[in-house]
């Protein structure tokens, strides 16, 4: 049983930036595909980064060349580092987790895949 909790939301500029983080406990990371999703207001919740177990990593379009996954598998936490924000980055950001050996990462972007979801934490981007 893994539990997620995310944390470092809050309020940035349009241009900041901003790193979330996401601690693990109950379990190593190092064995499951990890990734961030988010949701604005009023829209679907969609991916955002993903990341394999073996370190490769995916990004949406919308954010790729501005966010970083990433995760210390000694802390047990995965990292969100985010630059460049914009308005449209504003959402409640939640990571989740699979076991690696129960998803196929092609399916990263698809929240279905995932069994662990932490709370959730809001990242509001001011214009």
């Known amino acids: 049983l893994l539990n997620l909790v995310e944390s470092g939301g809050g309020s940035a500029q349009s241009g900041g930036s901003q790193r979330l983080s996401c601690t693990a406990s109950?379990?190593?990371?190092?064995?499951?595909?990890m990734a961030w999703f988010r949701q604005a207001p009023g829209k679907e919740r969609e991916a955002v980064a993903g990341?394999?177990?073996?370190?490769?990593?995916k990004y949406a379009d919308s954010v790729k060349g501005r966010f970083t996954v990433s995760q210390d598998n000694a802390k047990n936490i995965l990292y969100l580092d985010m630059t460049s924000l914009k308005s449209e980055d504003t959402a409640i950001y939640f990571c989740?987790?699979?076991?690696?050996?129960?998803?196929?990462?092609?399916?990263?972007?698809?929240?279905?895949?995932?069994?662990?979801w932490g709370q959730g934490t809001q990242v509001t981007v001011a214009s």
């Open positions: 989740a987790a699979v076991l690696t050996l129960d998803t196929d990462f092609r399916n990263w972007a698809d929240d279905y895949e995932y069994t662990y």
């Open positions: 109950g379990s190593r990371v190092s064995r499951y595909n």
């Open positions: 990341i394999h177990s073996d370190g490769t990593t």
